[in-house]
């Protein structure tokens, strides 16, 4: 993302998961909380089946993601990757923007979530992307993470 962005554009990465990819929720909305009065933008690569999500979890986040918005960020969110519908949580919030992914003939990817809640469908499909295996590494990735920061 950093080498495709003006050098106006302050990217500030958190990792807010460990290696296998799990975290908990309280997780994230420190990360949040740690950056959203200082950016225009954040993107959510992560996301819940809705109805995984007890509904008090589901109100608390909403809340969260309505304080984020009304203070004028703009919060994008992966759709998911199960090539169903409906869209994963929070990119089914109607506070964030869910984005879907793309193929290059600019048709849904087989593996990207679809339906209500999806704001936006971009690229997400063989994008190439810095590997941390050395310097000058690259891999090809696809999902609906790399289309959401697009």
């Not at 809705?50 to 969110?77: N, T, W």
């Not at 339906?115 to 590494?137: C, K, L, N, Q, R």
């Amino acid at each position: 993302m950093a080498e495709c962005t003006p050098n106006t554009v302050k990217i500030v990465p958190l990792k807010i998961m460990d290696s296998s990819g799990n975290g908990l929720l309280s997780t994230v909305y420190k990360g949040i909380d740690a950056v959203y009065r200082n950016v225009d933008v954040i993107n959510i690569s992560l996301g819940s089946k809705v109805e995984q999500m007890s509904p008090q979890s589901k109100r608390d986040f909403d809340s969260f993601l309505r304080k984020v918005k009304e203070a004028g960020v703009v919060v994008c969110c992966a759709a998911g990757n199960n090539g169903i519908s409906p869209i994963e949580y929070p990119a089914a919030s109607t506070h964030a923007l869910g984005v879907s992914s793309i193929g290059e003939t600019k048709t849904k990817s087989g593996f990207s979530n679809y339906g209500s809640g999806t704001d936006y469908a971009m690229p997400g499909e063989d994008i190439e992307v810095p590997d941390y295996s050395g310097v000058d590494s690259y891999a090809i990735g696809s999902g609906t993470s790399y289309s959401s920061p697009l």
